[in-house]
Every structure is written in structure tokens, then in C-alpha cells.
């Protein structure tokens, strides 16, 4: 699996997953708080999914 990242280092973070499996994990170093996330499909632009996490940690899984 490969990824692209793009950030503004602060609040927003994208992550463009390539040939990704279904149990994959990604971990992500971002500042602890509430974060909103959001699963796009990148050809169609459809949102496929949105949760909501209370991060406590300096990673995110």
C-alpha cells in the first residue's frame, strides 16, 4: 500500500490510500482533540462514510 498526504500541519489532513486491502491501517501523528472524519471516494466524489473521535494520543489508527 502506498499513500499521499497533504496537510496544513494544523487541522486538516488528507490521505489518498493506493491499492489499500480491507484490513488495512494507517497511523497518523496529529494533534490530540476532536477530529471529524470523512471517507471520500476519490473518482465519484461520493462521501462513503463519516465518524467523529475524541483522540487522546499523538497517533491515530
Do not use: C, R
Amino acid at each position: 500500500m502506498a499513500a499521499n498526504v497533504f496537510s496544513n500541519k494544523k487541522d486538516i489532513y488528507g490521505i489518498q490510500l493506493i491499492d489499500s486491502k480491507e484490513n488495512s491501517q494507517v497511523v497518523v501523528d496529529v494533534p490530540t482533540g476532536n477530529w471529524g472524519i470523512t471517507w471520500i471516494d476519490p473518482g465519484s466524489g461520493l462521501v462513503l462514510g463519516k465518524s467523529k473521535t475524541n483522540h487522546l494520543e499523538k497517533n491515530l489508527t
